[in-house]
């Protein structure tokens, strides 16, 4: 079975994309079970390394951001901060609203946002939709007042290590999980390339190669990454060694972690 730790299909309509949670138009959502087998993956490797803090989790194409919220419902003990950052502005104000569904005002906001549609429109999609904010704000009163769980939200090209660098500082990351670019619904944005005489003479690199190149700026030495992509993507790079590879339908996962000198 290729999940090892979320092995039991759960109830996840409370974080269904679109209900609570806000979608992005022609994004289809990263799916709940697999975005928590990842992150368990993950802790089970830095467990195996001596590693029990909660994380600094990072997505350098987070998107709507909408898997990093149903991670932190699903396991908020177990995070330190969530970082994330996007190329598309448009992308980053639907995370930043996602987002903000991780505070107590954020999420009555959103009630109240849902009653007035309600309101206005008397559908039952929208009753349903408050039905299932009351319950999240139900199940997670104490972290909403007692372990309130910070995220930073910042707008960054995923293959500059200079912005990375300058946004993060160095060895800030302790877990990336992201579901990267594959052409179906998502495609690759990129800046300007490094422009170097090396880089001009050189057939140029990958996309996920250059994001893995970026990334090991703000990585501290015993990080783990963790990309999802089609199998068209190599995951490699020189500077990491794998950890684990695993598939579940179309998508390839890969776990990766810094080399050591």
Same mark, same amino acid.
């Given at each position: 079975m290729p999940y090892q730790f979320a092995t039991e299909r759960q109830d996840y309509s409370d974080l269904s994309s679109g209900r609570v949670l806000y979608s992005l138009p022609g994004h289809p959502a990263f799916p709940i079970r697999l975005t928590s087998e990842i992150f368990q993956r993950c802790l089970a490797a830095r467990r195996a390394r001596g590693l029990k803090a909660p994380p600094v989790i990072y997505d350098p194409c987070c998107g709507s951001a909408y898997h990093l919220v149903t991670l932190a419902y699903?396991?908020? *003990?177990?995070?330190?901060?969530? $970082?994330?950052?996007? $190329? *598309?502005?448009?992308?980053?104000?639907?995370?930043?609203?996602?987002?903000?569904?991780?505070?107590?005002?954020?999420? *009555?906001?959103? $009630?109240?946002?849902?009653?007035?549609?309600?309101?206005?429109?008397?559908?039952?999609?929208?009753?349903?939709?408050? *039905?299932?904010?009351?319950?999240?704000?139900?199940?997670?009163?104490?972290q909403f007042t007692e372990h309130a769980l910070d995220y930073r939200l910042f707008l960054a090209d995923a293959t500059c290590s200079a912005t990375l660098l300058a946004e993060l500082g160095d060895a800030a990351v302790d877990v990336v999980i992201s579901d990267v670019p594959y052409g179906r619904h998502s495609t690759w944005q990129l800046g300007d390339p490094p422009t170097s005489p090396e880089a001009s003479s050189a057939p140029p690199r990958p996309p996920l190669w250059r994001m893995l190149d970026a990334l090991q700026t703000v990585l501290r030495p015993t990080a783990i990454v963790a990309i999802a992509s089609d199998k068209g993507q190599r995951v490699a790079h020189p500077g990491y060694q794998r950890v684990a590879r695993f598939q579940i339908g179309k998508r390839q996962v890969v776990l990766i972690e810094p080399r050591t000198p």
């Open positions: 699903l396991h908020w *003990d177990a995070i330190g901060r969530i $970082i994330a950052s996007d $190329i *598309d502005p448009e992308a980053l104000c639907v995370a930043q609203r996602n987002l903000g569904l991780l505070t107590l005002a954020g999420l *009555d906001q959103r $009630i109240q946002e849902l009653a007035e549609m309600q309101a206005a429109y008397g559908k039952a999609s929208h009753t349903a939709a408050i *039905d299932s904010a009351r319950r999240l704000k139900k199940l997670h009163a104490f």
